[in-house]
C-alpha cells in the first residue's frame, strides 16, 4: 500500500534560517508527491509536485523540495524562513490503482518560525 | 475572486439531526471532491466526482450522500449525525480526474454534540 510519513509533527527555526520539513514515501513503481500548505482556519494550498525529471522541484513562496530515490525521500526546504511561512504543511503521495486522482496525505508538520 | 467556496463555515448539530454543505467552485473544473480533517487533523478523501458523475467513494458510512445537480457543484449531505462525524470537511477541485486536487475550499468545521 502506498503511503506518506511524515516524522516530525513540529518544527521550530528562527526567522531568517534555512528551514527543512520532512517527509518519505513508501510507493510501488515512480512516485507522484505533492506539498501543501494549510493556514489556520484555511483550506490547504497547492505548493509544488514531483512527477519526473529534476530531483528539484521549485513551488510557491520560495519552495523548493528535493525528492530523492534511494532515501524514497521528498523533503520540503526553504533557504530563509518567514514569519509568515508558519502553517500546517502535508506531503502527499497520487495512489496508483484505480482512479488517478486520489491523494494520500501524511500526518502533517507543524512549522513554527520564531521572530 | 473565490475559487472555491463552501457554506456554512461552522455547522453546530445535535446528535442525530441531518446536516448539508455545500461547495461551489468557479474554475470551470470538471473534478471535485470532499474530504474530511480528523481533530487530529489527518487528511482522508471521502468522494470524488467528475463531471456529476461518482467516481471514488471511499469507505464512508451511507448516511453521507454527496449530490452534484452540475460540475460546479458538490454538496454533502449527512444523515443522523453522529459525535464521530465532527470534522472540518473540505471541498476540492482539479481540471479533471487524472489530476490531483490543487485548489481546496476553506473548510467547514462541523461539531456534534
Known amino acids: 500500500a502506498q503511503s506518506v510519513a511524515q516524522p516530525e509533527d513540529q518544527v521550530n527555526v528562527a526567522e531568517g534560517n534555512p528551514l527543512t520539513v520532512k517527509c518519505t514515501y513508501s510507493?510501488?513503481?515512480?512516485?507522484?508527491l505533492f506539498w501543501y500548505v494549510q493556514y489556520p482556519n484555511r483550506g490547504l494550498q497547492f505548493l509544488l509536485k514531483y512527477i519526473t525529471g529534476d530531483n528539484l522541484v521549485k513551488g510557491s513562496y520560495g519552495f523548493e523540495a528535493e525528492f530523492n530515490k534511494s532515501q524514497t525521500s521528498f523533503h520540503l526546504k526553504k533557504p530563509s524562513a518567514l514569519v509568515s511561512d508558519s502553517a500546517l504543511y502535508f506531503c502527499a503521495v497520487r495512489a496508483l490503482g484505480g482512479a488517478t486522482n486520489k491523494l494520500i496525505f501524511g500526518t502533517g508538520t507543524l512549522l513554527a518560525v520564531q521572530p | 475572486d473565490t475559487a472555491v467556496s463552501q457554506t456554512p463555515k461552522y455547522l453546530v448539530t445535535q446528535m442525530g439531526n441531518d446536516k448539508s454543505i455545500k461547495c461551489e467552485q468557479n474554475l470551470g473544473h470538471d473534478t471535485m471532491y470532499w474530504y474530511k480533517q480528523d481533530s487530529k487533523k489527518f487528511l482522508k478523501i471521502m468522494f470524488s466526482y467528475n463531471n456529476k458523475e461518482l467516481i471514488i467513494n471511499e469507505t464512508v458510512p451511507n448516511r453521507f450522500s454527496p449530490k452534484s445537480p452540475d460540475k460546479a457543484h458538490l454538496n454533502l449531505h449527512i444523515n443522523s449525525l453522529e459525535l464521530g462525524d465532527s470534522a472540518v470537511y473540505f471541498c476540492?477541485?482539479?481540471?479533471?480526474?487524472?489530476?490531483?486536487?490543487?485548489?481546496f475550499g476553506p473548510g467547514t468545521r462541523l461539531t456534534v454534540l
Open positions: 510507493v510501488s513503481g515512480n512516485p507522484y
Open positions: 476540492a477541485s482539479s481540471p479533471d480526474y487524472t489530476v490531483v486536487p490543487q485548489y
